[in-house]
Nanobody
Framework: VQLQASGGGLVQPGGSLRLSCAASGVALDYLTIAWFRQAPGKGREGVSCIRGSDGNTYYRDSVKGRFTISRDNGKNTVYLQMNSLKPEDTAVYYC?????????????????WGQGTQVTVSS
C-alpha cells in the first residue's frame, strides 16, 4: 500500500483547504484511513478517520463542524475538507492507513503512512 498526500498550502484564517490522500495497492473498502497532524513542538495527533468497511467517519472535538472527511472509491482517494481554518490548525498533515476497523477508535500504530503536507494558517 502506498499513500500520496497533497493539497496543503498557506491560507488566511477563516479560509479553506482540501487535502487528498491517494491510495494505491489496495481498495479503500479494505482500508481505514486517518488524517493526523503534527504542529511545531507538539506530538502527532489524530484528526479524522473514515472506516473502510462502512464509511463511518470520526473527528477530534477541535475540528468537528469545520472538517469533513470523505472518500471516492472510484479514485481510491480520501479527502479532508477543512473550512473555517484557524491558526492553531497549522501543522504538517499526514494520512495513514490500517486494515483494522478498530483503527478509528485508537489511531494507534497504523500499518502505512503517507508523506506529510504542510498546512499554514496565517494572515
Amino acid at each position: 500500500v502506498q499513500l500520496q498526500a497533497s493539497g496543503g498550502g498557506l491560507v488566511q484564517p477563516g479560509g479553506s483547504l482540501r487535502l487528498s490522500c491517494a491510495a494505491s495497492g489496495v481498495a479503500l473498502d479494505y482500508l481505514t484511513i486517518a488524517w493526523f497532524r503534527q504542529a511545531p513542538g507538539k506530538g502527532r495527533e489524530g484528526v479524522s478517520c473514515i472506516r473502510g468497511s462502512d464509511g463511518n467517519t470520526y473527528y477530534r472535538d477541535s475540528v468537528k463542524g469545520r472538517f469533513t472527511i470523505s472518500r471516492d472509491n472510484g479514485k481510491n482517494t480520501v479527502y479532508l475538507q477543512m473550512n473555517s481554518l484557524k491558526p492553531e490548525d497549522t501543522a504538517v498533515y499526514y494520512c495513514a492507513a490500517d486494515f483494522s476497523n478498530f483503527f478509528c477508535g485508537t489511531y494507534d500504530d497504523p500499518d502505512y503512512w503517507g508523506q506529510g503536507t504542510q498546512v499554514t494558517v496565517s494572515s
